[in-house]
């Protein structure tokens, strides 16, 4: 089993930054992508910005330019550095994680923490 904990969600006004963190623990052979996700209140869940186990990333257009995430392989941990926080970044932030359980079997799952809030006021 494999559990992912985020932290660094918090209220801040507009224009502001805050800087996710997400660390996962259990049995961990690899891990192949990590990812942010949110989800607003009414809204479907959405990819904010993923990152590969080589660094290749990638961003919603919504974000680009103002996110920037980013991984510690040896800590099994991704972050979400936001910066140029707007109102419309309100929502539970979500961290992700495609893990390879053994070296014996390709498998991987899927996992999610639990989601951090993250407020912007205006």
């Known amino acids: 089993q494999v559990q992912l904990v985020e932290s660094g969600g918090g209220l801040v006004q507009a224009g502001g930054s805050l800087r996710l963190s997400c660390a996962a623990s259990?049995?961990?052979?690899?891990?192949?992508?990590m990812g942010w996700y949110r989800q607003a209140p009414g809204k479907q869940r959405e990819l904010v910005a993923v990152?590969?186990?080589?660094?290749?990333?990638n961003y919603a257009d919504s974000v680009k330019g103002r996110f920037t995430i980013s991984r510690d392989n040896a800590e099994n941990a991704v972050y979400l550095q936001m910066n140029s926080l707007k109102p419309e970044d309100t929502a539970v932030y979500y961290c992700n994680a495609d893990v390879r359980g053994s070296s014996w079997s390709r498998a991987t799952y899927d996992y999610w923490g639990q989601g951090t809030q993250v407020t912007v006021s205006s």
């Open positions: 990152i590969t186990s080589g660094g290749s990333t």
């Open positions: 259990g049995i961990i052979f690899s891990i192949n992508a």
